[in-house]
């Protein structure tokens, strides 16, 4: 990360990474629907730590949820300091994407098929988040 991504702290501004973990998120859902997806939701942006001014900035994504058109998209956030090869964990976050077709109306995704447990417990609280999400949308 350079300069022009620094805040007035010095450091990576907060806007600059959930950017890049938008487009990491929309990516891996992109791959798993084979079609364009716009982001719906982002649950929540925690910054546990700073990314600094030449940190290399590594984003994991991967899908933790599939319903019949969404998709819930786990971002891990880590910055690794190139002079010294320290890595810091700086976030996770989930975000919400709707696949479309190209008339831009939702379209069908393929489902999710867990195969360890981690993955599976980790498709259990994307389905608690995904009906708490459905029911604030409702009320």
Do not use: C
């Not at 929309?26 to 939701?41: D, E, G, P, W, Y």
């Not at 991967?62 to 910055?79: K, P």
């Not at 489902?111 to 994307?126: I, Q």
């Amino acid at each position: 990360m350079g300069p022009e991504h620094a805040n007035l702290h010095g450091n990576v501004h907060g806007g600059w990474l959930m950017k890049l973990v938008d487009e990491a998120g929309a990516l891996a859902s992109i791959r798993h629907a084979r079609s364009n997806v716009l982001t719906v939701a982002i649950d929540n942006m925690t910054f546990q730590e700073p990314v600094h001014i030449g940190d290399l900035v590594m984003l994991k994504a991967e899908l933790t949820y599939v319903g019949r058109t969404s998709m819930e998209a786990r971002v891990e956030v880590t910055a690794e300091n190139p002079v010294t090869g320290e890595h810091t964990h700086t976030n996770t976050a989930y975000l919400v994407y709707v696949a479309i077709d190209q008339a831009g109306r939702p379209t069908p995704v393929p489902p999710l098929l867990p195969e360890t447990d981690l993955e599976r417990d980790r498709m259990e609280r994307a389905r608690q988040r995904q009906v708490e999400r459905l029911a604030r949308r409702t009320k």
